[in-house]
């Protein structure tokens, strides 16, 4: 069957093709009946745009590439949620491409997707490039005019709009959290301990120990260096053989539940005697027995506020502002794995 062209509907009404153009942008140029009418015909001979065409005269594609390092994590997965509603409400596309934690692969969708695919990038960013530091792709695509806002995972040496949570803060209130129901020796435990996340984690849990004036014990930290759920019991048993640890923050909800796994085969019951706190408030914490206390990083706002902040810039293009960082303000959502705070 031959495709419906503007030329043919112009046809079909002795009108120009400019004529219907605009009607079918809804230009208020047209009449309202003749809206209708080419409207109601263009939907019955199942016209469709060439969008193509469409973005090499606007030179728009009204389309967000968006970079994530994995689509299994609960909290990127809310991330996208919040990406995927706001471009929808703002008339944008987005395609989806995981990097799965790869420089190359990272760069290699860049240099695809730049070369008018889409209009600008939601980004967070490579684990591979964030440990070698190059972030010349990132600049290259700014060099073209394709504006970037980093999420989450940032380049800190990338001049681009950004979206993160405080995570020194996160860690500290984790800690103080658990000492202000009881906690005396509170553990820390990453299996992230090579990102800046987890590391800027590990310093706000220093800040936590040193305002309690407490002696921080580095028995008690603990860098995981397995990548999957079933190697964690065996790098956090050392923490409990001298019995003394009575809390934990960990970086994510598995490294949590498998400290709490460890403690109930101690013999300790939780919370009464072991407490967890764990980041990203996922599926795991909810199903978990006892259910667990965790840090919400708010992906789903993160993720809106990220697309804003393009669309901004994208609508925008001829207003020089600065760059932004905008911070995420994270919250304990408490559940059954911690006790209740002490009032004294």
Request: net charge neutral.
């Amino acid at each position: 069957m031959k495709k419906t062209t503007l030329k043919d509907i112009a046809k079909q009404f002795n009108v120009s093709i400019s004529t219907v153009s605009k009607a079918l942008s809804d230009s208020e140029e047209i009449s309202e009946a003749t809206r209708k009418k080419i409207k109601e015909y263009a939907k019955e001979v199942n016209y469709r745009p060439n969008l193509n065409a469409l973005s090499l005269k606007n030179k728009r594609t009204k389309t967000i590439g968006i970079l994530v390092p994995d689509m299994l994590n609960y909290f990127l997965a809310q991330v996208l949620k919040g990406i995927e509603k706001t471009a929808i409400e703002n008339a944008y596309k987005v395609v989806i491409c995981i990097t799965n934690d790869s420089h190359n692969k990272e760069k290699e969708i860049i240099e695809m997707l730049s070369n008018g695919s889409v209009d600008g990038f939601i980004i967070s960013i490579a684990e591979e490039t964030e440990l070698n530091k190059d972030f010349s792709h990132f600049n290259s695509a700014l060099a073209f005019n394709l504006p970037i806002v980093m999420l989450d995972r940032v380049a800190n040496g990338v001049n681009c709009d950004k979206v993160i949570t405080n995570n020194r803060e996160a860690g500290k209130l984790a800690v103080e959290r658990l000492a202000n129901s009881g906690c005396k020796n509170i553990a820390f435990a990453s299996a992230i301990s090579h990102l800046k996340v987890s590391q800027d984690l590990l310093k706000g849990y220093y800040d936590g120990i040193n305002n309690l004036n407490r002696t921080i014990n580095n028995n008690q930290i603990v860098n995981i260096q397995e990548n999957h759920y079933s190697g964690y019991e065996n790098m956090l048993l050392p923490l409990f053989n001298d019995n003394t640890i009575d809390g934990i923050v960990a970086t994510n909800e598995g490294v949590a539940l498998a400290a709490m796994k460890i403690a109930h085969k101690k013999g300790k019951t939780i919370p009464d005697d072991f407490s967890a706190i764990g980041f990203t408030n996922g599926i795991l914490a909810r199903h978990s027995n006892p259910k667990l206390t965790t840090v919400s990083q708010h992906g789903e706002i993160m993720g809106t506020a990220a697309t804003k902040m393009l669309i901004e810039r994208l609508e925008n293009p001829d207003e020089e502002t600065e760059f932004k960082t905008k911070v995420i303000k994270t919250d304990i959502v408490e559940r059954n794995s911690t006790r209740p705070i002490k009032v004294y």
